[in-house]
Structure formats: structure tokens, C-alpha cells
């Protein structure tokens, strides 16, 4: 099926104590499937560094000593190594890494059988037609996500010095057009498959870096060390308000990008400050002294969708499971393309818990978001059905997401998660854009209501118990 070479991960968060997850695309899933297994589960911890080969007829733990302090490129490539070696006739195997040690390969030759093979083909063919002339998928085969740039920054939602304004006065030099220019200077023949639109506004926007060239040298840091761009952008930003006020020991300013680079090595070491913003935005916040300046829900950065001009976004911020998470319902599609009027908060969380639904649907089969507007509810329904065999109605989807949602928010209750956690930073009730919007504290409150209201969940948000 389009969209669905992808696998996800979901375990207890180390930054903010409650549920995670995180999906990726590329061919990792491809070599997962081929293992025969549909999942993985990983418990407890070893004593000494090991990397994991997962294949068709259990797991080897191998040592991984020698791989200890490389990068993501080195290690994926010596796995690859070793994989090879050991299996001349089959050497093909996917690996994902994390930071500068750990790592899990992939390799086999099963086949997935579907219920309707027939179908399944058809669906791909029309889907692929459909695609040719559609002007969203045309969009992002010519832009990707940069194209964000552009529009958000003539929102005025463009978050821009670590949240103080919306919109980036050198914007077009991070944008679109700027990333398709031929590139000369300090960066020439770096390569890296991107930058996303998240990357550009944490490091061009919250950092005020006016440079794609540099922007793309910060993001190839991340990816060798294996750090989430939103996340490292955000803290390098408020590490740099820090300095600025005088908070903490460190040479660093908006703009100067060769200190923000030797930032991103401290944090992914541990090293001085770098160790404090290692332990995420909440632990920095308190040893400083911030908590009123930090950005966060439930300990986690938000995306570069300001609520302030996009009111729903604010919702998605406060409801999603693992934080301030944008993907849950991406709901900035449906503000920046009318559909939904940005200001409106009466009836707007119906229409946020419905979108929710579909894309919770998306992440159980794993499907790619940008498949949202060309899989509604009926090729959700053809989806399930051709390949599992399962008949399944729009009512019946939604109440498996439904089950999924309650889920979680039970587990993160378990975990501690209060009605509080819901709530945004009081920055964007008290501090009002350039355009003097806000998204008011009854405002949020009202959108939490209804939210709360529309999943069946009671006036402190906790689901009805299990029947």
C-alpha cells in the first residue's frame, strides 16, 4: 500500500515520564516485514553495549564495543558490515541506530500474504493515477515541507527567537526557493535528505538562522548524533535566552552558528551545560530558574505551528499523548487551508477529535501522514479489508481509535499525567504576537472542555473505566 513503508516505536519516555512514540519511513520496515515478525518487544537493559540482528529465526545479541562513540552513518554502515560478512548469500539488511551507539538490524525473505491480492494491486494503481494530478502530492515532490515556510512566516505563526515572535524577517532565505538554489561556501558537498520544514524553524527560526546552508550543516550534526531536531532547536534557543540573561556560563547568541554546533556535541556528551539541556526542557528550566519562560507541554517542544494564530494547534499541543506533539491530528492543514477558521474555539473540538480518529487509524496500520487528504474513512476501509480480511465501518474504525486514545491517556494517567499536563505555556496567554494575537487562558480551557466532552472522558479528563 502507498505510504505504509514505515514502522513506528512507542515505549515510556525518558524526557517526560509519559507514553512516546515515533515513526520513520525509508526501507527499515521493508526488512522488518521480511523477518516475519509484526512486531518486537524489548525489555529490561544490558550490562554491557550489545546491538541486536532480529531475522527470520529469533535474535542474535552481538557485542558492541567497537561501535561505541560512532555515529549514526558509521554505525549503520558497520552493522551492515558485519551482517554481510557473516551472511554472504543474504547481505541486504535494514538498520536503525540511535545516538552515537546502540543499534538493531533487520534482515529476511518472507513475504506478507494479504486477503485480496486483486485488490490490493487495484487500489495501488488507481492511487497512483489519482497522485499524478493531484496538486497537494505535486507540492511536496517540488517543495516538501519547506513550502511551510513561506505560508506560516505570512501567518505570523512562524516561531522566531525562541518564541517571542511569528514571523522571521530573512524567511526567504531559509524557504523553499532558497533550498533549490545552487549551493557554494564553508558547507559545499555536504549532502543530507532534507531539511524538513521543523528543522528550518527550529534552527532558522527559534535560532534566528538566516543561512539554508547552515541551517542544513546543524541538521546533519543531529542526524550523526541521533537527536530530534525539534527538541535540539528548542533547547539551543532557550539555552541562548539563558546566556542572554545571564543564567548560565555560556558563549553563545541568535545567529552564530558555530557555537550552536559545539552546543549540540556537548548535550549529545554531556558536557557542562550541554548535560543539563540533555536532560530535556523541564530539568533546564528548573536548574535555571525559567519555568515561566519554557516552552513545553507535558515536557515536550512543540512543532513551528504558533497557537496563538492557530488556535486548534493549541489543543493538539495540550491533548496529544507524548506532548506538545503535532502529528496527532495535524491540525495546522485544516487551519492554514480554511477549512477550519483559525479563531473559532466553539465546535472546533469535535471537528480536531474526528481528524484525530483517521490519523490514529493511520499509526495502528502504520500509514505516512502525507496520505491524510487521499485516505478518508471509505480507502481506510478498502485498506483494511483487501489486506487483513477484516470488514470494518467507519463507526468501527473510530471505535478502535477511540479504545487506542483512552488507552494511553489511562497509561499516562498511571503514570502521573494531571489535568494541569494538559495545559499550555502561560507565554502564549500573556505574550501577544506582533499582530497582538493570543490564545486566552478561557480559550484553552474551553477547547479542553470540549475535547474532553467529545472522547467521553469526564471534566478532568479521564476515560470512562474498561466494561
Not at 220 to 243: H, P
Request: with cysteine.
Amino acid at each position: 500500500i502507498w505510504g505504509s513503508c514505515r514502522y513506528g516505536i512507542y515505549t515510556k519516555s525518558p524526557q517526560t515520564g509519559f507514553y512516546s512514540e515515533s515513526y520513520s519511513g525509508g526501507t527499515v520496515a521493508d526488512y522488518m516485514a521480511r523477518t516475519g515478525f509484526d512486531a518486537v518487544m524489548i525489555q529490561g537493559a544490558s550490562e554491557s553495549p550489545v546491538w541486536l540482528e532480529i531475522f527470520e529465526d529469533g535474535v542474535r545479541f552481538h557485542p558492541a564495543q567497537d561501535l561505541w562513540g560512532l555515529d549514526t552513518y558509521q554505525t549503520e554502515d558497520r552493522v551492515k558490515q558485519l551482517v554481510a560478512e557473516e551472511n554472504p548469500d543474504h547481505p541486504k539488511v535494514g538498520v536503525m541506530v540511535i545516538g552515537p551507539i546502540k543499534a538493531i538490524a533487520f534482515r529476511g525473505s518472507r513475504k506478507k500474504e494479504v486477503a485480496d491480492e486483486k485488490v490490493v494491486s487495484e487500489f495501488a494503481k488507481k492511487l497512483a493515477k489519482q497522485g499524478k494530478d493531484d496538486a497537494g502530492v505535486n507540492a511536496y515532490k517540488t517543495m516538501g515541507t519547506t513550502g511551510l515556510v513561506r505560508i506560516m512566516n505570512q501567518a505570523g505563526g512562524f516561531p522566531t527567537r525562541y518564541w517571542q515572535k511569528g514571523t522571521f524577517e530573512n524567511w526567504e532565505k531559509i524557504s523553499a526557493d532558497a533550498l533549490h538554489e545552487v549551493k557554494q561556501g564553508r558547507h559545499a558537498g555536504l549532502k543530507i535528505e532534507g531539511p524538513e520544514y521543523e528543522t528550518i524553524y527550529a534552527f532558522g527560526g527559534l535560532c534566528e538562522v538566516d543561512s539554508i546552508e547552515e541551517i542544513m550543516f546543524l541538521n546533519d550534526i543531529c542526524d550523526r548524533l541521533g537527536m530530534d531536531t525539534i527538541s535540539a532547536g528548542n533547547l539551543v534557543a532557550f539555552a541562548i535566552e539563558a546566556s542572554r540573561q545571564g543564567r548560565i556560563d555560556l558563549k553563545i547568541d541568535y545567529g552564530q552558528v558555530d557555537d550552536m554546533a559545539g552546543l549540540l556535541e556537548d548535550m549529545a556528551h554531556r558536557k557542562g551545560v550541554g548535560e543539563t539541556l540533555a536532560r530535556g526542557i523541564k530539568a533546564a528550566a528548573e536548574e535555571w530558574g525559567m519555568e515561566d519562560q519554557a516552552i513545553h507541554v507535558k515536557g515536550l517542544e512543540p512543532a513551528g505551528y504558533d497557537p496563538r494564530v492557530l488556535k486548534g494547534m493549541g489543543l493538539a499541543y495540550g491533548t496529544a499523548s507524548r506532548g506538545a506533539c503535532h502529528l496527532r491530528a495535524t491540525f495546522y492543514k485544516l487551519e492554514l487551508t480554511g477549512m477550519v477558521d483559525p479563531d473559532q474555539i466553539e465546535g472546533k473540538a469535535a471537528v480536531f477529535v474526528e481528524w484525530e480518529d483517521r490519523l490514529t487509524i493511520f499509526d495502528t496500520l502504520i500509514l505516512c501522514r502525507f496520505y491524510r487528504d487521499l485516505y478518508q474513512w471509505g480507502e481506510l476501509e478498502t485498506i483494511i479489508g483487501s489486506t487483513t480480511g477484516l470488514k470494518l465501518s467507519t463507526d468501527d474504525m473510530r471505535s478502535i481509535a477511540t479504545a487506542v486514545t483512552d488507552n494511553t491517556r489511562r497509561f499516562n494517567i498511571r503514570e502521573g499525567l494531571q489535568i494541569e499536563d494538559d495545559r499550555l505555556p502561560k507565554r502564549f496567554h500573556n505574550e501577544a504576537l506582533e499582530s497582538g494575537q493570543v490564545i486566552t487562558e478561557d480559550e484553552m480551557k474551553t477547547l479542553l472542555k470540549e475535547y474532553y466532552r467529545s472522547r467521553g472522558w469526564d471534566e478532568k479528563g479521564i476515560p470512562p473505566d474498561v466494561e
